[in-house]
């Protein structure tokens, strides 16, 4: 089992830029993906990001490419998504999750991940 804390939201005007962090504890977090979620006032929970659990492989929703870096850090049990050119539009509670590498199904499946950290907020003024 891990467990995840998100940190580093906050407020930033339109076109700038944030670095979220995802702290694991727990037991192998080299072995889980993790994905980063985001959830906007009144709007369905959305996937923003997956790394698997080498790093090697990433995946990123169409809105957020070429914006949006997702990394980790194995050694220092950290996931991070580095967001750049923030829209207004980016504004939302953002969710780091985490699941284990035999875990099967799509990357941006909700449901296909067990672990979820408490959220951090990002809002973008414009």
């Known amino acids: 089992q891990v467990q995840l804390a998100e940190s580093g939201g906050g407020l930033v005007q339109d076109g700038g830029s944030l670095r979220l962090s995802c702290a694991a504890s727990?037991?192998?977090?080299?072995?889980?993906?993790v994905g980063w979620f985001r959830q906007a006032p009144g709007k369905e929970r959305e996937f923003v990001a997956a790394?698997?659990?080498?790093?090697?492989?990433?995946y990123y929703a169409d809105f957020v490419k070429g914006r949006f870096t997702i990394s980790r850090d194995n050694a220092k049990n950290t996931a991070d998504l580095q967001m750049n050119t923030l829209k207004p539009e980016d504004t939302a509670v953002y969710y780091c999750?985490?699941?284990?590498?035999?875990?099967?199904?799509?990357?941006?499946?909700?449901?296909?991940?067990?672990?979820w950290g408490q959220g951090t907020q990002v809002t973008v003024s414009s």
């Open positions: 999750a985490a699941r284990s590498l035999v875990t099967s199904g799509s990357y941006s499946s909700i449901g296909n991940y067990p672990y």
């Open positions: 790394i698997r659990w080498g790093g090697a492989n990433t």
């Open positions: 727990g037991r192998a977090f080299s072995s889980y993906t």
